[in-house]
């Protein structure tokens, strides 16, 4: 059996301490209140491994604690990059709304230009059109005018337009 150590004075590590990682650490034993002549070379490395493992928690925690305030800002960054994209679109919501209003309004006018019209000319000119912008005309026009333009028209455009037309009901 390896011969009794001394006691180390109170604050400083015993001798084999110097081996280990804690090398260095002192423990402040009389804020304690612990005797440490009363105390084992065991029971002080004990308790200077208890302490150096409530420094290293006390750095762990300091560390999360940053993180968790870090977190907390892009948090809150994230929280008010949301609600600017949905100001954004509430605002591109509301311009789409006025545009289609106002486009609806323009294709309604349109409409009632064509209704006007002889079927021959109407179609001429519908005829122009993309079959997508003549079936916005054609919708809002009475169906007693639509056959006899659609007669006139190109027959595929004809039949593209009828079919969209059979679908609004």
């Not at 002080?44 to 208890?50: D, E, F, G, K, P």
């Not at 679109?89 to 789409?96: A, D, F, G, M, V």
């Not at 000319?121 to 333009?149: E, H, R, S």
């Amino acid at each position: 059996s390896p011969p009794p150590q001394q006691p180390a004075e109170a604050g400083t590590p015993p001798a084999d301490a110097q081996k280990s990682p804690m090398a260095g650490f002192t423990l402040d034993v009389k804020a304690q209140g612990i005797d440490i002549l009363q105390l084992s070379p065991e029971a002080i490395h004990a308790l200077q491994s208890l302490a150096q493992r409530n420094k290293e928690l006390s750095n762990w925690e300091q560390d999360f604690q940053k993180q968790e305030a870090y977190i907390l800002a892009l948090n809150q960054r994230v929280n008010q990059r949301a609600e600017d994209i949905k100001k954004m679109i509430t605002t591109t919501e509301e311009l789409l709304q006025k545009v289609s209003t106002q486009e609806g309004k323009q294709i309604a006018k349109t409409a009632q230009v064509f209704q006007k019209m002889k079927p021959k000319q109407a179609a001429a000119a519908l005829n122009g059109l993309t079959v997508d912008q003549a079936y916005l005309i054609f919708a809002q026009l009475k169906p007693a005018t639509i056959a006899p333009i659609l007669a006139l028209m190109d027959t595929g455009k004809s039949a593209q337009i009828s079919a969209m037309l059979d679908r609004l009901g």
